[in-house]
């Protein structure tokens, strides 16, 4: 497995901004500039994606509209990790066909996880004959050329060969946000849970370099970013692939070490990587928000194997002991699967246990979905979906106890809190988050949006806090 990573030369990527000028001079010779919509399915990964899509746009001369009658491009950024997310993508990839029909110049792009799929490249080359572009996450560094090609030649471009990944710097962004930030640190993943579908359409492990990521961490330091997440599949094995090894542990310590007014976070970690020195590193790091994402899937040590998780259920247990020791006030939440091909409702129960060991603070909990091509499809699944769904009802109704119970303990504490949105709740002026990273519907001056501000927690429920500025 050992690799360095490749780097795609500088001046290709020059190139690919070259191909954006000569866009942007046919764009100026219509008029006024030409809008796009950037529609994006998935994780945060494919969010700091479409940042660099619409980086790349704006380059273009295009601005945004999320009306697709209006778009001149349209992109669907997607996400194949469960059937829910493809079905999602395939009905508005599908009903795009008769917006198109009013607007016969419009291009429209699939990109992603999906496009990646060469299952769904081919159901969109025969189904869906009104996409023109094609592209996996691999060549999105090239976007330029292809919608040069297509507005100057017409015809279908489809690209998304198996690849095991490269990394391209330099690539303009447009970020959604003012205060929060999201940093990709590495991409892909090599570790091959037998459930999941991102190795294969993300390629193998590969790293940024130290130095190019705490550039974009200082730049966003000085233009007042208050909340910068650090992404990977597994921030947790960052640096193996580098020329000079380092490890996560080291960068994390690096980026709390840049000047500026910020918490720093992380996802995704995994178990097995995740290490005593990297609790130690974010307990004496008063940058690194107090919060861990620890994915445990399952807590039944066979059910586990079969995931290819790589560790037990007491070897997860300890390293949350561990954690808790050091910063005891942490916050915790995790993924899990239920209904995992062959899990039977005792195995499950093992679930549960971790559950009321740990008392995690949030979850994100999902029903096992198979995907083409990975190994748990092909395992024999007995269990009705009436089963897997009445064991999924007895974890959400066991953590949202916890969470309500958790939530409770912040009432009558004042918490410094950075004022992050508008509240959509009209009794509540914004919404603020914890340095763990919890909601707070918050009453006081909408002056304070985008600042780190002391609010008082007067109420909770099972999903977040209330509280009023202090
Ligand atoms: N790299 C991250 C997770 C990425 S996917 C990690 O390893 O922690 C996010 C979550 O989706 C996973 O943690 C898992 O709980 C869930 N997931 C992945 N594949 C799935 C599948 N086939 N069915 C149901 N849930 C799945
Ligand atoms: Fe998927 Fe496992 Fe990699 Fe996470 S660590 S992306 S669950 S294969
Ligand atoms: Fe989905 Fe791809 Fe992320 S499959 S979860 S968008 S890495």
Not at 128 to 131: E, M, S
């Given at each position: 497995m050992e690799r360095i990573t490749t780097t795609i030369p500088q001046a290709e990527v020059d190139r690919q901004l070259q191909y954006c000028r000569e866009i942007a001079r046919m764009n100026a010779d219509r008029g006024e500039a030409p809008l796009a919509f950037v529609d994006t399915y998935g994780c945060q990964q494919n969010e700091a994606d479409s940042e660099r899509i619409r980086g790349y746009l704006r380059q273009m001369g295009y601005d945004f509209t999320t009306d697709e009658e209006q778009a001149r491009i349209i992109v669907l950024n997607t996400c194949a990790i469960r059937e829910h997310a493809e079905q999602r993508v395939l009905g508005n990839l599908g009903a795009l066909v008769h917006v198109k029909r009013r607007n016969p110049e419009q291009i429209i792009c699939l990109c992603g996880c999906m496009a990646q799929e060469a299952h769904v490249a081919e159901k969109v080359r025969q189904s869906?004959?009104?996409?023109d572009l094609v592209f996996g996450p691999?060549?999105?560094?090239?976007f330029p050329e292809y919608i040069h090609t297509l507005l100057t030649q017409r015809g279908r471009i489809f690209s998304n060969a198996d690849d095991p990944g490269s990394i391209a710097e330099g690539i303009p962004v447009v970020r959604q946000d003012k205060v929060k930030a999201w940093v990709s640190i590495m991409y892909g993943?090599?570790?091959?849970?037998?459930?999941?579908i991102v190795p294969y359409v993300r390629g193998r492990e590969r790293s940024r370099r130290p130095e190019d990521i705490l550039a974009e961490v200082r730049q966003l330091a000085e233009e007042g970013y208050h909340d910068i997440t650090l992404l990977g599949?597994?921030?947790?094995?960052?640096?193996?692939?580098?020329?000079e090894p380092m490890d996560f542990a080291d960068l994390l310590e690096q980026v709390n070490a840049i000047p500026g007014d910020f918490l720093v976070r992380f996802m995704t970690s995994h178990p097995k990587d995740a290490t005593h020195k990297l609790f130690e590193t974010m307990a004496r790091c008063?940058?690194?928000?107090?919060?861990l994402h620890l994915?445990?899937?399952?807590?039944n040590d066979r059910v586990l194997k079969v995931m290819n998780r790589r560790h037990t259920r007491a070897q997860y247990l300890e390293k949350i002991r561990d954690l808790k020791s050091l910063i005891p006030d942490i916050v915790l939440t995790s993924d899990i699967i239920v209904?995992?091909?062959?899990?039977?409702t005792e195995e499950f129960e093992d679930t549960l246990k971790v559950l009321e060991e740990?008392?995690?603070?949030?979850l994100f909990t999902f029903i096992y979905s198979p995907r083409v091509?990975?190994?748990?499809?092909?395992?024999?699944?007995?269990?009705p979906r009436e089963e897997k769904l009445a064991n999924f009802n007895r974890l959400v109704a066991l953590q949202d106890a916890i969470s309500e119970e958790k939530h409770a303990a912040y009432i009558g504490k004042t918490v410094r809190c950075l004022l992050d949105g508008v509240s959509d709740?009209?009794?509540?002026d914004l919404t603020a988050r914890t340095p763990g990273n919890r909601l707070v519907r918050v009453t006081g001056?909408?002056?304070?949006?985008?600042q780190f501000r002391d609010v008082k927690i007067t109420g909770a429920n099972k999903w977040s806090l209330f509280g009023e500025l202090a």
């Open positions: 869906f004959r009104h996409v691999h060549v999105l560094w090239k993943c090599n570790n091959f849970c037998s459930y999941c599949q597994n921030v947790n094995s960052y640096g193996k692939d580098l020329e008063e940058k690194v928000a107090p919060v994915p445990f899937q399952a807590g209904g995992f091909p062959g899990e039977t740990v008392r995690f603070d949030a091509g990975t190994p748990a499809a092909k395992m024999d699944d007995p269990m709740d009209p009794r509540y001056d909408r002056e304070a949006l985008g």
